[in-house]
C-alpha cells in the first residue's frame, strides 16, 4: 500500500499577519474602513472605477449603488480573520486603488487561498498590481512557510485564469458545480503554487519588477512568464 511522503518538518502553526507588506510601488496593509474606505469606494466605483460595474461580475459581493451600501459592507472587513482582508495602498499617493484577502486558511497544513482581488481600473495590469501579488505570495511562502498558495476562480472568469498563470500557478483542475454565487452556477478553476515552485517563481517576479525592466514610459521590456518560462 502506497502512502505519501513522511514529511521531516510539520507546519508549526502560525497564521499571516496583521501586518503590513511594504514594496517599492504598493504596500498591502490591513484593511481599515475607516481610513481606507473613501479611497476604496472611488477607486471601485467613482469616475476612475467602472460604471457599468462589470468588474463585480464573478465577486460574490458588489456592485454597490452608492457610497452608503459600500461603507456598510466594508464596514466588519477588519474583525476577520479569515477572511484576512488587505487593502492595496500606492505609495507615491497613499491612496488605497484596491483590496485582496488571504482565506481558507489551513495552518495545520502550511496552505492559504489568495482571492477576492479587485483593482482599480487603472491599476489592472500594472507593475504595482503585479508587486501586490508578489508581496503576499512572499509573505506566505517565505515568512510563514507554507507549503501550498492556492488560487480559484470561476471557470469562465478568462482574466481571472490568465492572472493566475501569469503569476506563477499552476492549473489543477476544475471543480464541476463548486458553488451558487448570484444565483448562478460556478465551476470552480483551481490553480496553486508549492514551496518547490516558488524559487523559480520569485526570481521571476524580482527580474520582472527591476527597474532595468522597464523603458522611459513605464511599459514592461519582457514579460512576467516570458522571463520565468527562460529560468532553469
Not at 497564521?15 to 474602513?33: N, W, Y
Not at 472611488?42 to 454597490?64: K, L, Q, R, V
Not at 499617493?93 to 481600473?121: D, H, K, N
Not at 500594472?126 to 488560487?151: C, F, I, P, Q, T
Request: charged content about 30%; glycine content about 8%.
Amino acid at each position: 500500500m502506497k502512502v505519501g511522503a513522511r514529511l521531516t518538518t510539520l507546519p508549526d502553526g502560525r497564521r499571516p499577519r496583521r501586518a503590513a507588506l511594504q514594496g517599492r510601488t504598493i504596500a498591502v496593509e490591513p484593511i481599515d474602513p475607516a481610513r481606507h474606505g473613501d479611497d476604496l469606494y472611488h477607486a471601485a466605483c467613482g469616475p476612475e472605477g467602472d460604471p457599468t460595474g462589470g468588474m463585480w461580475t464573478y465577486m460574490s459581493f458588489g456592485p454597490f449603488k452608492d457610497a452608503a451600501e459600500f461603507r456598510t459592507w466594508l464596514a466588519p472587513r477588519d474583525e476577520s480573520e479569515d477572511p484576512l482582508v488587505f487593502a492595496i495602498i500606492d505609495r507615491a499617493s497613499g491612496t488605497a486603488r484596491g483590496m485582496a484577502s488571504y482565506l481558507r486558511i489551513a495552518p495545520q497544513w502550511a496552505s492559504c487561498e489568495v482571492g477576492s482581488i479587485w483593482f482599480a481600473p487603472s491599476l489592472k495590469r500594472s507593475r504595482m498590481a503585479s508587486e501586490a501579488m508578489y508581496l503576499m505570495a512572499r509573505h506566505v511562502m517565505e515568512d510563514l512557510g507554507y507549503r501550498r498558495y492556492e488560487w480559484k476562480c470561476d471557470a469562465l472568469n478568462a482574466a481571472s485564469r490568465r492572472a493566475a498563470l501569469r503569476y506563477g500557478f499552476s492549473y489543477e483542475g476544475l471543480f464541476r458545480q463548486h458553488m451558487i454565487y448570484k444565483g448562478r452556477n460556478r465551476d470552480t478553476a483551481w490553480f496553486a503554487m508549492t514551496d518547490q515552485d516558488w524559487p523559480k517563481v520569485k526570481a521571476a517576479f524580482e527580474t520582472w519588477l527591476a527597474d532595468d525592466n522597464f523603458d522611459g514610459q513605464g511599459r514592461q521590456l519582457r514579460g512576467l512568464k516570458e522571463i520565468r518560462d527562460t529560468l532553469p
